[in-house]
């Protein structure tokens, strides 16, 4: 019996403050789900040295880049996902900022998280997209990943912003920024310039996710 081994990336970025996934469309001759969408995704290869560099090399390969974070988020392996027999994927998801630009092929693109098309992937990528959203959310809560997703530089409001959309819930003002004033990884960089009263702060952050956990949920979950 052969078992195809692979891996799958959930991408994720915020356009107009509505978080996206990235998709492509399979190949109107696939013998699997032609001309439907699916997560960007291979199978592994004897060169991989491990399920992180077939992740990497799957996204070059896919859409001819590469995100400064990406991580796993679990494995699924069945003798039903694939009608050609046993597979197992790792899925990963990733985070593009803001101001990168990717060069995407024809087959690419970008789906908000709420799109009903999600309902209706290839093999079990809508369930794929599901867990990788809630990985996501789950990890905002704790940390301050949702950074990533920002610019160089950015105002608390604006951060809020990124982390309501993400969470899908408004958060109260005083509270995000008590739990932000003193974190480690956030420094004031400057203000905003053009703004003639009150400027608000410009902060970065050190994307260092091993420091990026709060002492306690940033909202409550569930």
Known sequence: MKTHIAVDIALFRLQD???QVLLTKRDSQSSAYPNQ????GGVV????IDLDAAAHRTLVRRIQADVPHME????????TRDFRGWSITTLYFGLVPHDTVLNLPDNAKWFNVTDKQLNNLAFDHS??????YQRFQTK???SLLPA???EKTFTYTELQTVYESILDRPIDKSQFRKK???HPDLVKVGVRTGVPYNPPVLLSVKLNPTQMLFPDPLVKIG
Request: aromatic residues 8%; glycine residues 2%; negative net charge.
């Open 148 to 150: 990533y997703l920002m």
């Open 180 to 182: 932000l004033k003193d």
């Open 140 to 142: 905002a809560v704790y």
């Open 72 to 79: 796993q988020v679990s494995t699924e392996g069945s003798a």
């Open 17 to 19: 403050s509505v978080l």
């Open 45 to 48: 290869e004897e060169s991989d």
């Open 37 to 40: 969408w699916s997560l960007p």
């Open 127 to 132: 369930l794929l997209v599901k867990k990788a």
